[in-house]
């Protein structure tokens, strides 16, 4: 049985986990849904004070909100109809970052043509790669490589076994290098200042 809590302590104990969380939440939604990251956030807020009670061990506010945020992630894409890319595999597993940039040597003169590469992209180009990601390997990406979770936590958050989220970060990998190397190609990155 949990804590009993009054009126008053619950919404201070919620305010408090509320401003902890506000930034990574904010983090997460913004590589999740872009511009609609706010209303997200809103909803996630709204839904996890609605069900504060169920949190017993605040340790684990943190996975519980990145859950709650997740689905409302989830909802508002659903509502705008969006329906995952349809990808062909085939391509996606042919095809390597490295391999690309070291055949196509967009940077001549470089000894670290993975690296100068890289170094083209701000934060702004890399969210705009991500938001070109379904969101079935989006979610996984963002919560693995850029907020650490755990690919168990992710599995539980996702409610999918372990092996599907390993396989969606796989895959997710693979689209998100070849979005790379489309947006770089597309804005002009693979230009060289000097010439």
């Not at 470089?110 to 990601?133: I, K, N, P």
């Not at 796989?170 to 804005?187: C, I, N, P, Q, V």
């Amino acid at each position: 049985m949990g804590v009993l809590y009054t009126e008053a302590e619950q919404a201070e104990r919620f305010r408090l986990l509320a401003r902890e969380q506000l930034p990574r939440l904010y983090g997460i939604a913004r590589k999740l849904v872009g511009s609609d990251a706010e209303d997200a956030v809103q909803d996630c807020l709204l839904k996890a004070f609605r069900n504060l009670g169920q949190l017993n061990d605040e340790s684990a506010a943190p996975a519980w909100l990145a859950s709650i945020l997740v689905n409302c992630c989830r909802d508002r894409g659903r509502t705008k109809g969006r329906r995952p890319e349809e990808v062909n595999f085939e391509d996606v597993e042919e095809f390597s970052l490295y391999r690309k940039i070291a055949y196509e040597d967009p940077f001549p003169y470089s000894d670290s043509l993975h690296l100068d590469f890289l170094e083209e992209f701000t934060a702004e180009d890399v969210r705009s790669v991500l938001m070109r990601l379904s969101e079935l390997y989006r979610v996984p990406l963002v919560l693995v490589y850029m907020e650490g979770f755990l690919v168990r936590e992710v599995a539980e958050i996702l409610e999918a076994p372990t092996g599907t989220i390993l396989a969606r970060l796989h895959r997710g990998r693979k689209l998100f290098e070849k979005h790379m190397w489309s947006y770089a190609t597309d804005h002009g990155l693979l230009k060289e200042a000097a010439r």
